[in-house]
């Protein structure tokens, strides 16, 4: 795979953002978030349109370096449906991507989560050598724009409790200070 090893700036245009904003407006009445502690729709919405976007920035990121990219995926199923699968895949490898607003970074610290309660577990927390890229949207800025840090392996990621407390127990995070103060990431 054509990778890199230096966080990249993706503009996103305007087709791709609408996009997003179709697709997390459609889904968000087909979720139930509630063993998460999220009821709220307007915050289940904007988390599927982020994560959308993130999406958008990679497959981007990827087609510029003349890799075969599928997805993302913009299908709405029913709950019964729905899957765990990759959010993209790279030249026929499975690439999951996890964005975090930039205003979210400013108060909770730079991080990214993983479904991780008795309820409802992500496999990719259970596979070593999956590939993942993190992801910030720049969301105090004018224009669309993400940064996509360097795909790394799950095993290369270090998970720790969230801070918000109300995730404890729900959710895994990887920060990104401490993957820099480990030399994972720059």
Known sequence: MSTFQITQTIHI??????RAFEFA????DTVNYR???????????????????????????????????????YGVYEAKHKSWAADLKVNGLDVAVKTQRRSAANRYGL????????????????????????????DLKSETEC????????????FEAPRLAKLVG??????????????VME
Request: charged share 30%; hydrophobic share 35%; net charge negative.
């Open 35 to 73: 063993d998460s502690n999220q009821s709220i729709n307007e915050k289940i919405r904007d988390d599927h349109f982020v994560s959308k976007l993130g999406e958008e920035a990679v497959r981007i990121l990827f087609q510029g370096r003349e890799c075969l990219v599928e997805g993302p995926d």
């Open 170 to 183: 729900k959710k895994q995070a990887v920060y990104l200070q401490t993957l820099v103060k480990n030399g």
């Open 111 to 138: 991080s990214w989560t993983f479904q991780d309660s008795p309820e409802r577990r992500d496999p990719i927390l259970d596979m070593a050598d999956a590939w993942v890229c993190l992801v910030v949207f720049e």
């Open 13 to 18: 245009p305007k087709d791709a953002e609408e």
């Open 25 to 28: 407006r459609s889904v968000t």
């Open 147 to 158: 940064l996509v840090y360097p795909l790394r392996k799950i095993k290369q990621l270090i």
